[in-house]
């Protein structure tokens, strides 16, 4: 007997995504009649005061926004805030509601069900005293974390204090990186290297400056010599190297490298291995890691484009941070 399956809708498969700090930030209005407005603004409603009622509606909607939204996956949220503001010449309270979570997906669900809630809560409490109210201008003013990193909401109105809490998106500013690629194939010709370009496209755009970028064959020597010259010739703040970490017989970045960590960094390895065995459970199998050679810290990646695209995510999320903590420990004389 012949089955058919029949399937309208699906959960997108979140499995195989790292955990992140997420959040976002929504916001929404209702225009209120002048006796509602007045009543609002003195704490005068029949109901009561209705900022800490709607407050406590707004988180309550954003935790139960996967309750509603079947399709919503149910997060563990670490935040949930909601503030309002007046708007004397609209008659108008203007809600917001900030959702936090560290978590695989995006929480800016979360925050709109936190602002309609919130929205929904004040009309409640006014529509007993004048029963021509409004809602409009739902929309999400900012989010962060995940692969698209910093999102703004360019027609949005969004306030100062909004864009103050915003991580800076150029974190690399001031800091000088060279990007070496060990590659015999990329470095004959056989084909354009696309690993090492990324991080010069994607270091660009962090602000940093990429200071030499050069791809060399799978040799000890030319390994040795190029990462010692660069250290020496320009005292960049990292080094980032590509290829030659797997257990290949040609992989010889970590070998030749090992002897000139001083002190290696054992850690960086563990970290990135760990994190990159979300996306790939052979990350094991990668001999990656790192440590300082002069005043540069050494990270050593894979060589294949998704594989550097994966850790590049991974140590961003620290990097910035750990070039001060170098400079605390003794690296002078640089911006």
């Not at 955990?19 to 009561?48: M, Q």
């Not at 209705?50 to 935790?63: L, Q, W």
């Not at 005293?129 to 027609?155: C, F, Q, Y």
């Not at 890691?289 to 005043?295: K, N, T, V």
Request: proline content about 6%.
């Amino acid at each position: 007997m012949s089955r058919e399956l029949i399937s309208n809708f699906s959960m997108i498969d979140v499995g195989g995504k790292r955990h992140t700090d997420r959040r976002a930030v929504a916001a929404g209005s209702i225009d209120l009649g002048p006796n509602a407005f007045v009543k609002v603004r003195d704490k005068t409603l029949p109901k009561g005061d209705c900022f800490p009622m709607a407050e406590i509606a707004g988180v309550n909607g954003a935790k139960q926004c996967a309750a509603m939204l079947p399709m919503c996956h149910p997060l563990p949220l670490d935040q949930v805030l909601v503030t309002f503001e007046l708007d004397h010449d609209a008659q108008a309270v203007r809600v917001f509601c900030e959702a936090a979570a560290h978590a695989k997906t995006g929480v800016e669900m979360e925050a709109l069900a936190g602002v309609n809630a919130a929205l929904l809560c004040i009309w409640d409490l006014c529509k007993g005293t004048d029963p021509v109210l409004r809602l409009r201008d739902v929309e999400l003013l900012t989010k962060t974390g995940g692969k698209s990193g910093v999102w703004i909401n360019a027609d949005a109105q969004i306030p100062d204090w909004v864009m103050e809490r915003l991580p800076t998106q150029t974190p690399l500013e001031g800091r000088s990186i060279a990007v070496v690629v060990m590659s015999d194939r990329a470095s004959d010709g056989t084909y354009a290297d696309e690993s090492g370009q990324y991080l010069v496209d994607s270091l660009a755009e962090m602000g940093a400056t990429v200071c030499q970028y050069t791809v060399i064959p799978d040799d000890a020597e030319a390994i040795e010599s190029t990462v010692l010259g660069i250290s020496e010739a320009h005292d960049p703040h990292v080094i980032l190297c590509t290829g030659g970490t797997g257990p290949g017989p040609r992989d010889l970045t970590p070998v030749v490298l090992k002897s000139h960590l001083n002190p290696e960094l054992p850690g960086l390895g563990e970290w990135l291995r760990g994190e990159s065995a979300v996306y790939t459970k052979t990350a094991w199998l990668s001999r990656m890691g790192g440590g300082l050679i002069g005043r540069s810290l050494i990270i050593t990646l894979p060589g294949s484009l998704q594989a550097v695209k994966e850790c590049f995510g991974i140590f961003m999320e620290g990097l910035p941070k750990a070039i001060v903590m170098i400079e605390k420990q003794g690296r002078k004389g640089r911006l």
